[in-house]
């Protein structure tokens, strides 16, 4: 077989630092705190601030990835998964340096916001953190997505508006969603997770409950809020919408399962994180926070 060129190399590198913060997650993520700001201030958000608080989570979601992919070097390795650092594109010290450079620019980002914003940023950040360090391998790994994924609404009031304390309201609410999301997210590894010995939780459940348990978690999370937006609020129409879409698109993704289960898997987490944020914002549309 050709080696390849420098370029090629060159090439491979430059998408192996792109993957390296887990891209869709991050996307995701500042894609949901920009809709949570627009709303926040009914589509007219103070750029300056709007953009400082999109940097600086952005800086706290590269730590996150970046750190996620040094803590999981050795099973990644083991598991035979090409991954930036067990291919040998990227040093385990160079993914540090990117987890030292998103830090830093989530706090140069942040602190202009003030203490209050800089913290919220930072306790999310600081919930991604602990699930790469310790909490991933145990039954506990769902607990810094309850944290930080209803944050990011908070954060956007916070920030951008004032806090109305009816937003931590996501916190019940979006509980089942937000295990759903984890579950989504680490389901494609489930089966080399259990074959390599890990003790997170897809691999603790196995890849056919762990996909049951992300499918029902996901549904149940849709018809609560449906409830709730009928029951709390008086236009509930933005959350029914919303969670008749998601309970559409996971029937359409039960189905697709039996004919390409590998795909689907793939693919679940985008489809499962979109539904959170349409979750979310449907809820707050109908709640007029």
Not at 1 to 26: F, G, I
Not at 49 to 65: E, M, T, V
Not at 84 to 112: F, K, Q, W
Not at 193 to 219: E, I, S, Y
Request: proline share 7%; hydrophobic share 55%; net charge positive.
């Amino acid at each position: 077989m050709d080696r390849p060129t420098a370029p090629q190399r060159r090439a491979a590198t430059l998408r192996a630092y792109r993957d390296l913060p887990h891209p869709w997650a991050v996307l995701l993520v500042i894609a949901a705190l920009a809709l949570f700001g627009l709303l926040a201030t009914r589509g007219r958000p103070e750029p300056v601030r709007f953009a400082l608080l999109l940097l600086s989570a952005l800086g706290g979601q590269i730590a996150i990835g970046a750190l996620n992919e040094y803590c999981d070097r050795e099973l990644d390795a083991a598991a035979g998964r090409a991954k930036p650092i067990p291919s040998g594109l990227i040093s385990p010290r160079a993914a540090l340096r990117v987890t030292a450079g998103g830090l830093a620019l989530m706090l140069v980002a942040g602190a202009p916001l003030g203490l209050l914003p800089l913290a919220l940023v930072g306790l999310g950040t600081g919930a991604g953190l602990a699930y790469d360090l310790w909490l991933k391998p145990t039954r506990w790994s769902w607990v810094p997505y309850l944290v930080a994924l209803p944050l990011l609404p908070i954060c956007a009031w916070v920030t951008l508006a004032r806090f109305d304390p009816r937003l931590l309201l996501l916190y019940p609410l979006g509980a089942l969603m937000v295990l759903a999301v984890h579950l989504a997210q680490s389901l494609p590894d489930a089966a080399s997770d259990r074959a390599a010995g890990a003790g997170t939780l897809v691999a603790r459940l196995g890849r056919d409950r762990a996909l049951a348990a992300c499918l029902g978690a996901a549904a149940l999370g849709a018809t609560q809020v449906a409830i709730a937006a009928l029951w709390l609020t008086d236009r509930p129409l933005p959350a029914l919408l919303a969670a008749g879409a998601v309970l559409l698109a996971l029937g359409a993704a039960r189905l697709t399962h039996t004919r390409a289960p590998g795909r689907v898997e793939h693919h679940l987490f985008k489809v499962i994180g979109a539904g959170a944020v349409a979750l979310g914002f449907g809820w707050l549309v109908a709640l007029g926070v």
